[in-house]
Structures are given as structure tokens and as C-alpha cells.
């Protein structure tokens, strides 16, 4: 399954005294990098979230941001509760006391806590007047629903990124595939002539010398040519091709797997240019590199 790690989502609810929006914002990684941002109000229930992300998501550095909307309608109780607004002010205010800071209390410092004063009965703050628990489990089942939905929503599009990654990556490994057909004809062509090359060079070398054992030189040049022999490199490079189209089928994410084969194909490549003292292969086997690190640049967006 080809489905990348960038992606972003959002989901919205209206609960009991308050309305949430929630956007998530993920970008590649090596793992599941979660970074949760809730209102203090469902501060315990981070935990959930970050099972939610973890089940869902799988790879990836993802930033969840839940922020207070619109309080309710005026039909549901009033929209602002001076009474409510006083005792957050007398806390924000024992806090800051207990802090040592002495500059006056402002608008952002008391914001956060804003649905403790916006749409919401005075009974919703603790009887000790301390910001404990305000949500009926009715809204965290709704809230974590919510999650699940900016999660779904984030997972189609990282999908949709992936269906271009899997076309644009589908043509890298065709080509590369046609490169490897081309290296492995130029090696059947070259192999008999470089045995002949290899002979001829050497009966120069030995002119005159008399005692020459003709099959010790046989199997001398058929040594020196198996060192320059590329058929068993060229046959794991094609298969690493071939588990690389697989892999790009596969149901199950493929990411790391396609890393490792990244890794691979290069190496083939490396020995490959290693053995072979042909300019036309040595040609060919740039272009496969080239391939193998546009394929790779690709496979670092693949979750």
C-alpha cells in the first residue's frame, strides 16, 4: 500500500455547552512523532487520543490541535456568566500570587479557560471552585468521535498523495527495469570478447616464453573473467525490482521495507560499476543510480 505521511484533516462537534474543531497536520518521519494540544477540559483524555493516532496513523510526525468554537445557543443557558467569569479571574489571579508574578491579569491568561464562563451553568465548575472535570462522558463519546473523524479525514489524503507517489514511482521502477535489460544484454554481448581480449593480452605479455601450459592459461582467463562477471548482481537487482512492485501492491504499509530495497538497488549498482570495465555499462548504471535516488526521495514520503 502506497500511502504517504503528509496529510492534514479536520472534524468539528457541538457538545452540550461548547462546539470543538480539531485539525490534524502530519508530516513525514521515521516513526509516529504525536504532538497533542487539547483545552484543559479534556486534558485526561489525551491518553485516548494518542491510542486513536497511534492505530491510525502509524508513521509520521502529526500535530493534533483542539480548540473551543462557539458556545451554544442562548437557549441552552446564557452565553456569559459574570458570576463565572469572577471566579476564573480569583483563580487565574491565587495562581499567578502563588508564582510570584504581580502583573495584571489579561485577556489571554484568562481565555483558556474561557468555557468555564462562555455558555455554561455555574454549576459546571466544581464545588470547591477548582477546574475539575466538566464534560458529561455523553461529550467525551462524542469527542472522541470527533478524533476518529479528523483521523478518516486526514487517511484520504494521505491516500490521495499516495496514488500520485505509487504512479510517479510505477515509471521510475519501469525504467529502471528497462535499464537493467539493457546492462544484461551489453554483458552477454561483451562476455566472449572479453575472454578473447583477455587471451590475446596475455599471449602478448608471455611472447617468446617458451613452456606455456595452454590449460592453466585457459583457467586463468576464465578466473580473471568470472571477477568481471555482473550475471549474479544483475539477477539480484532485478529481483529487488520485482519485490519492490510487490511491495508497492501490498495492503499493509510498505515504507520501511521500500527503504531497505532502496539500499539494495544501490548497492547492486555499486558493484556492478565496480566490475564492469565497459563505458557503455558504466553509462547505464548512472542512470540507474539516478533512478534509485528519485525512487528513494519518493520512499521517504511513504508512510
Known amino acids: 500500500m502506497i500511502r504517504s505521511m503528509t496529510g492534514y484533516g479536520r472534524a468539528q462537534v457541538t457538545l452540550s455547552a461548547m462546539s470543538l474543531d480539531l485539525e490534524i497536520r502530519s508530516l513525514n518521519s521515521r516513526f509516529l512523532d504525536a504532538s497533542i494540544k487539547l483545552p484543559a477540559e479534556f486534558a485526561h483524555l489525551e491518553g485516548d487520543v494518542k491510542q486513536r493516532l497511534q492505530t491510525g ?168 573473467a568470472d571477477k568481471m562477471d555482473i550475471s549474479e548482481e544483475l539477477v539480484r537487482l532485478q529481483s529487488h525490482i520485482d519485490y519492490v512492485v510487490d511491495a508497492m501492491k501490498a495492503t499493509e504499509p510498505m515504507g520501511r521495507q521500500l527503504n531497505f530495497l532502496s539500499q539494495e538497488l544501490n548497492r547492486e549498482l555499486n558493484t556492478i560499476s565496480s566490475k564492469s570495465y565497459s563505458s557503455e555499462i558504466a553509462h547505464l548504471v548512472v542512470q540507474g543510480k539516478e533512478k534509485v535516488e528519485q525512487l528513494r526521495e519518493q520512499i521517504q514520503n511513504i508512510e
Request: charged letters at 30%; proline letters at 2%; a negative charge.
Open 57 to 224: 496513523l502509524n508513521r509520521g510526525k502529526v500535530t493534533l490541535t483542539v480548540t473551543l468554537g462557539a458556545s451554544v445557543s442562548a437557549d441552552q443557558g446564557a452565553l456569559f456568566d459574570p458570576e463565572a467569569l469572577d471566579e476564573v479571574v480569583r483563580q487565574v489571579a491565587e495562581m499567578k500570587k502563588r508564582m510570584g508574578d504581580a502583573s495584571p491579569i489579561t485577556l489571554q491568561e484568562v481565555l483558556p479557560w474561557q468555557a468555564r464562563f462562555s455558555g455554561m451553568d455555574k454549576g459546571d465548575l466544581n464545588g470547591d471552585g477548582s477546574f475539575g472535570k466538566t464534560i458529561s462522558d455523553e461529550d467525551e463519546k462524542a469527542f472522541l468521535q470527533a478524533v476518529d473523524q479528523a483521523i478518516d479525514s486526514t487517511l484520504a489524503m494521505r491516500q490521495k498523495e499516495g496514488d500520485q507517489l505509487r504512479v510517479a514511482m510505477e515509471a521510475m521502477v519501469q525504467e529502471l527495469s528497462t535499464l537493467t535489460k539493457q546492462i544484461s544484454q551489453l554483458a552477454d554481448e561483451r562476455a566472449v570478447a572479453t575472454k578473447a581480449k583477455l587471451r590475446a593480452r596475455v599471449e602478448e605479455l608471455l611472447d617468446g616464453t617458451a613452456g606455456i601450459d595452454e590449460e592453466r592459461m585457459q583457467t586463468e582467463i576464465a578466473i580473471l
